[in-house]
Every structure is written in structure tokens, then in C-alpha cells.
């Protein structure tokens, strides 16, 4: 028989997920489930391709950790300051995102 550990061990290896915490409530989560912010030479912005160059952060595409990672923690992250214009873009990208999501975590 095979100790049940070890077969969990296996299938845990098999799928393996990329995960990431979202910067405005902490929660680790698959990087798929988030937005990509990236910092560039021409200042902070979203990164909806995931694959730009650069020193990144996440949050969840809802509205209330991007109020909270605007406040803040996405500057903290990203090791930068967010200048206004930045900060604009980032506030409308915010616009068309859902106020909470109904789906239950
Ligand atoms: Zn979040």
C-alpha cells in the first residue's frame, strides 16, 4: 500500500500553479485570478499581458483592493512613487472593474 502522503505529494507536484499575493488584501491566490501592474521607464501602468519587463504587482480585478493598493500598498510594492498621470490611468482602469465580485472565496 502506498502511504497516502506520498500520493498526495505526487499530485501536488503534477500541477503545479503560479501563485501571487495581491497587494491590496494579502491573499495568495493563482496569477491567472489577477492584474499585473507593472513599473517601466514610462511610469507605472497595467500590465494586461502579464508579460512586460519590469518590477510588478498584482491585485485582484475588484474594486476594493484596488482602492486599497492605490492608497499605498501597489507604490510600496513597486518600490516608486505613482505620479498623478500614472495614477489616472490606474483610476480607470479601476472604473471598469466590478464593485465586488458575487462569487463567494
Ligand atoms: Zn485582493
Known amino acids: 500500500m502506498v502511504p497516502i502522503g506520498e ?3 505526487k499530485y501536488r507536484k503534477r500541477k503545479h500553479v503560479p ?3 495581491c497587494v491590496g488584501c494579502r491573499q495568495v491566490l493563482p496569477k491567472r ?3 499585473r501592474i507593472v513599473r517601466t521607464q514610462e511610469g507605472v501602468l497595467v ?3 502579464g508579460k512586460k519587463p519590469g518590477r510588478g504587482a498584482y491585485l485582484h480585478d475588484r474594486r476594493s483592493c484596488w482602492e486599497r493598493g492605490l492608497k499605498g500598498t ?3 510594492a ?3 512613487e ?3 498621470k500614472d495614477l ?3 483610476l480607470a482602469f479601476m472604473g471598469t472593474l466590478p464593485d465586488e465580485t458575487s462569487a463567494s472565496e
Open 7 to 9: 500520493m498526495i505529494g
Open 19 to 21: 501563485q501571487r499575493t
Open 33 to 35: 485570478t489577477l492584474v
Open 47 to 49: 500590465d494586461q499581458s
Open 74 to 76: 501597489l507604490a510600496h
Open 78 to 80: 513597486l518600490k516608486t
Open 82 to 84: 505613482i505620479t498623478a
Open 88 to 90: 489616472e490611468e490606474l
